[in-house]
Structures are given as structure tokens and as C-alpha cells.
């Protein structure tokens, strides 16, 4: 998975020098975007065959992101609702990929609700029109992080997995943060946090997927 590493973390820098340099307007940005994400989904999806469900489910969930990345990359605001509906499509899906063979677990969901609740009550006052939207949209990535916490697997795989949900709720949080809690916020800034903790987020639910792809392979060639 070395060269996964290095290839992803290349193509990540190039977009973030991307970031203070070129605007969407340019036609680099969105490639640049992207291209990390394409390289994930190509990574696992060169291993469809040996993939479990959980792996597959991985794959279309990074496909729904970068539909995601691509509608919130273009200049036009328009395009958010949509972004915003690709990326919800892709936290249900990896809610129910940690979900399979794991435990309810409700009491792990609590931190969840108290999180979504006082980040949406701070929220509430400044969404307007996209008060449901983002009102679906915490409930989402709270039930994404719910699911990844109860998840039952391998320690390794388990806390890949974890790692990756809160760092992207992180990174979901600053996008609300920097665009409706703190509009004054350096748009150069926002965006470098932002998509920092995002491809660290995929990357580590992607290895976490990997490791336990790779480990059911083994078992099944012993």
C-alpha cells in the first residue's frame, strides 16, 4: 500500500497548492481536486473481484464523493445543494458498510446527538432555505460517526475506520463553520482545512478497507 501512499499524497499537495494559487474559475482546479479521489476508487476497484460487500459499498461511496467534490469544486453556488446531496448519498452508504456484522450500540450513539444537536442549534439561525438540507446533512455524518464507533472489527481496521468518520465530520464542520458561523473567515484558510482533513478522512476509511480486504483475502488462500 506504499505506493497508494505516495501517489494519493502527491496528487493531494498538488491540489492544495492549487488552493492558493489558481481560482475554480481555472480549468486545473477541478482536475485537481479529484484526481486523489479517482485514485482511491481505482485502487480498490483494481480488486473488485476479491472485494467483500463492505469493500464494494467503500468503493460507491467515493464515487458519490467525488460527484461531491466535482458539483462543490465548480464556481457557481448553485451547485451546492447538489454537492451537498452526493456527499449525504456517500455518508449513509459508509454508515451502512460499518454497520454490517456490527452491534446497535446505542449508547455510543450519544456523544453523536449531543455533538449534531449543539452544532445545529449554533447553525439554525444562519441556514434559511437550507435549513433541512444541513439539518439532514449533521443527522447523516452523525449516524456515519455512530456506526464507525460501534463498528466490531479488527483493532487496526477499527480505529482506521473511526479516524477517518471524525476527521471527516471535522472537515464537514469547518465547511459549516467557515460558511455560516464565521463568513469573514480567509476563504485561502478555510479551504486548505478543509480539504486537508478531507482526503486525510478518505484515505484512512480507504486503508481501513484495504487492511480488511487484504486480511479476508489471506484467510481465504490459507
Not at 456527499?87 to 449513509?92: D, G, I, N, R, Y
Not at 454490517?100 to 446505542?106: N, R, T, V
Not at 456523544?111 to 447523516?140: H, N, R
Request: proline fraction near 5%.
Amino acid at each position: 500500500m506504499t505506493k497508494d501512499i505516495v501517489l494519493f499524497g502527491l496528487y493531494s499537495i498538488v491540489h492544495l497548492v492549487a488552493i492558493v494559487s489558481i481560482t475554480k474559475e481555472n480549468v486545473f482546479f477541478l482536475p485537481s481536486k479529484i484526481i486523489p479521489i479517482l485514485l482511491l476508487i481505482l485502487f480498490l476497484s483494481r480488486d473488485w473481484a476479491y472485494l467483500l460487500k463492505k469493500g464494494k459499498l467503500v468503493v460507491v461511496a467515493l464515487v458519490f464523493s467525488l460527484f461531491g467534490d466535482s458539483f462543490l469544486a465548480l464556481p457557481s453556488p448553485d451547485f451546492f445543494v447538489p454537492g451537498l446531496g452526493s456527499f449525504l448519498v456517500a455518508q449513509l452508504i459508509y454508515a451502512y458498510a460499518f454497520s454490517i456484522g456490527s452491534k446497535l450500540s446505542i449508547v455510543r450513539l450519544i456523544p453523536f446527538v449531543i455533538f449534531g444537536c449543539t452544532f445545529f442549534y449554533f447553525l439554525k439561525p444562519e441556514l434559511g432555505p437550507l435549513l433541512i438540507p444541513v439539518a439532514v446533512y449533521v443527522s447523516a455524518i452523525c449516524l456515519m460517526g455512530w456506526r464507525s464507533l460501534a463498528r466490531v472489527a479488527p483493532s487496526r481496521v477499527y480505529f482506521l475506520g473511526l479516524f477517518g468518520s471524525l476527521i471527516f465530520i471535522l472537515s464537514d464542520s469547518i465547511i459549516a463553520y467557515s460558511m455560516f458561523l464565521n463568513r469573514t473567515m480567509d476563504r485561502q484558510v478555510a479551504s486548505l482545512l478543509i480539504m486537508i482533513t478531507y482526503y486525510l478522512a478518505q484515505f484512512f476509511i480507504y486503508a481501513a478497507t484495504k487492511v480488511e480486504e487484504l486480511n479476508s483475502v489471506r484467510r481465504k488462500s490459507t
